[in-house]
């Protein structure tokens, strides 16, 4: 069974930085796309950054020149490096990742969620 674990949330002040980290683990061809989504209190779940398996990033508008969202493909591990917290990214952000379980198919997986707190 595949599984995506994440760590690395927590408390910070606006200013601040924060390396959240994604690995996925269990029986699996590969990995396409890897990414994060966060979903802020009381709003949708929305996209920050993916990166697919080619290396090519995709960022909101928001977080564009303070995120940053790499992968290791060795340790099939997604990182997403935040700078210049606000308190705006305030939220519970989850992983996800494309994975191909079966040969010719790929299914979406979510991590559990890691909350990140900016605040003073």
């Known amino acids: 069974q595949v599984q995506l674990v994440e760590s690395g949330g927590g408390l910070v002040q606006p200013g601040g930085s924060l390396r959240l980290s994604c690995a996925a683990s269990?029986?699996?061809?590969?990995?396409?796309?890897m990414g994060w989504y966060r979903q802020p209190p009381g709003k949708q779940r929305e996209l920050v950054a993916t990166?697919?398996?080619?290396?090519?990033?995709n960022y909101a508008d928001s977080v564009k020149g303070r995120f940053t969202v790499s992968r290791d493909n060795a340790k099939n591990t997604v990182y997403l490096q935040m700078n210049s917290l606000k308190p705006e990214d305030t939220a519970v952000y989850y992983c996800n990742a494309a994975i191909s379980v079966l040969a010719g198919s790929l299914f979406n997986y979510w991590g559990q969620g890691t909350q990140v707190t900016v605040s003073s």
């Open positions: 990166i697919v398996n080619g290396g090519t990033r």
């Open positions: 269990g029986r699996f061809f590969g990995i396409n796309a």
